[in-house]
Structures are given as C-alpha cells and as structure tokens.
C-alpha cells in the first residue's frame, strides 16, 4: 500500500522555495520601483522648490513700483485668458469706446493691459532691470508719477492719430492699443537722448551706431518682421519730442513729491522696495539701458575722439536724471540749471 504514495518532500520544498524566491523578486521589484518613484519625486519637488526660490529672490529684489506694474500687468492676463479676451475688450484703448462713450480709464489701463504670453514675458524681461535703474535714481513716487504721464500721453496720441486718419465711424472699430512696449520703447528713446551722438555696439550690428538712431532702427525691424504697431511708433515719436523739447517743461519739484508721499503714498513708505526721495540713488554710473551697450572699440582709428566722447558722456551723466533732463539739482526745488 505505502509504495502507491510519492514522499518526495524534496519537491514540495523546491516548489515552495521557488514561490518564495519569486514572491520575494516581486517585492523587490516593487520596492525598487517605489525608490524611483520617491527620488524621482525628489527630484522634482527640488527643482520646484528651487524655481519657487529664484523667483522669490528674484521678487523680492524688485522696487516696489516696478513690482507693482509687473503684479497688475500678470494679473490683468490672467483674468483676461480666463475670461478670453474680456478684459483687453474692457480695458485696452479702443479709440471708438475711448471717445465714443468717454471712457477715459482706458489711457490708463491700455498700458497694463498686455495681451499674450511671450508678449508680456518679453515686455517684463526687457523692461524691469532698466526700470530698476530708474526708479533707485528717481525715486517711487516720482517715477510712478511720470510713467502715469508718457503712458497717457502716449495713448492720448495714439486716439488722436487714429480720429485723424479713420474717425469714429458708426460701426464700431476694435483696433486698440495695449501693453507695455509703446512705454519702454519711449523709455528707451529718452535714454538714448542722453548723449544721443554716443556710439553704442549691438550684438547684431557690427559696427558703432550713434544713440539717437537706435530706436529708428528697432521700428526699422519691427516693420520687417511684421510686428509694427501705431502705438509703438507713437512711443518712439514721443520719446524723441520729450528728449528734445518737452523735458524743459514736464518737471515735478521735491516739494511735490514730498506732499504725494505724505498723502497718497504714506501707507506704503515702509514696504519692501518702496524708495523714498530721501533714499534715492545719486550713482550716475549706472545709466539705464545706454549703459548695457556703451563699449569702446580700441581698434578703431577714431579711438582718441571716442574716448573724450565718452568722457564728455559720462560727464553729462553725472548732470542727468532720467526722465527729468539735464542740469537737475537733486534735493531742491529749482528744477532746471
């Protein structure tokens, strides 16, 4: 009877040795991808986290009025990708709704209002290191002041060219002005007036340009790749008449600008970034935008005229504050030498 039966113990080991072996591959498996998976993980909440922390620094280190165009200019095209395209129809300077139903908050709003994504990436990439500049050598209040007035009077310009060459049909027209570029194109044409006889070098041009053809030359470009506008035109024919004439007369004592902060700004004097106008910065070293490109070309023959070219630059420099013109005495209310 006992010869009928298999004891072959052996193999019922082996099977459960095999099954355990496999069981335990199978964790292992597991437990190798779950380590992939957490390092992986790792990683990534790293690289957010230092993302996170390059634009906090980066945030942070803005003044505060430049911070707040950026804050408001983000916030607005947020809104309007949400709500598609609703916001610019609200906000953006449309000659017919501007003159039509005096809706005048839109020479105001036309500037923040920036449409598209690159379109403002580009627009606070380019714009806010200069901005900076600007603002620590003029003050916030000031330089909050006059980016209100060349931002409206800018698009004041533009309703007007456009009521002189179309009119205000009865159908509506929904050509409109938006964005930050019509303003820093201006910044940069008033900067470029400075020393406009001063020879900058540009990564795409190879040799010297004087500083008051250059913003001809970028509507110049513009016009070649198909991105120019009326308003940025306006921006450019602004800068060259405030550079040259209206200077003399658009000037804001210190008297002024200590009664704004002790009024409207008064709740904001101690944020981060806010520079008062006893704060300012008197460094005339750093000059906005025309400092970036300014170099000296040893090899050219001329390089004795262009050093004392760029000596008489610098001088004018210690003499200017942007935006406000030549001769200014910092600290009193006498404006003009």
């Keep these: 009877m006992l010869n009928n039966f298999n004891f072959d113990f052996d193999e019922d080991k082996k099977k459960k040795k095999k099954q355990n072996n496999n ?7 597991n437990n190798s991808e779950n380590r992939n998976n957490e390092n992986n993980n790792y ?33 607005l095209w947020v809104l309007d990708f949400i709500t598609i395209d609703y916001i610019t129809f609200c906000l953006a300077n449309i000659p017919y709704y501007t003159i039509g139903y005096f809706q005048i908050w839109r020479l105001i709003t036309g500037n923040l209002m920036t449409t598209g994504f690159f379109n403002l990436l580009f627009a ?23 980016f209100l007035i060349h931002s409206t009077i800018i698009q004041i310009t533009y ?16 050509i409109y002005s938006s964005g930050l570029w019509s303003y820093i194109i201006c ?8 020393s406009p006889d001063t020879k900058i070098y540009l990564l795409c041009i190879p040799y010297p340009i004087k500083a008051k053809f250059f913003p001809i030359i970028i509507l110049f470009i513009l016009f070649i790749f198909g991105s120019f506008e009326l308003v ?20 804001i004592s210190d008297n002024i600008i200590s009664k704004f902060e002790n009024t409207i700004f008064s709740g904001v004097l101690n ?12 460094n005339s070293k750093q000059q906005p935008f025309i400092g970036n490109f300014l170099q000296n070309n040893p090899n050219d023959s001329d390089s004795v005229s262009d050093d004392s070219e760029s000596n008489n630059f610098q001088n004018k420099l210690k003499k200017f504050t942007p935006f406000m013109g030549k001769g200014i005495t910092l600290g009193t209310d006498k404006g003009y030498k």
């Design 23 to 29: 069981f335990n591959n199978i964790m292992n498996l």
């Design 43 to 75: 990683q990534i909440n790293n690289f957010c986290s230092l993302i996170g922390e390059k634009l906090k620094i980066w945030f942070n280190s803005l003044t505060f009025i430049v911070k707040l165009i950026v804050v408001i200019s983000i916030i």
């Design 124 to 146: 606070i990439i380019f714009w806010f290191s200069d901005g900076i500049i600007v603002e620590k050598q003029e003050g916030s209040t000031k330089y909050f002041i006059y």
């Design 159 to 174: 309703v007007s060219l456009y009521l002189f060459f179309v009119g205000i049909s009865q159908r509506p027209n929904y």
């Design 187 to 194: 910044e940069i044409t008033i900067n470029c007036l400075v």
């Design 232 to 251: 940025i035109f306006v921006g450019v024919g602004y800068g060259f008449l405030y550079g040259l004439f209206l200077k003399k007369y658009l000037i």
């Design 271 to 282: 944020w981060r970034g806010f520079i008062k106008m006893s704060e300012k910065s008197n």
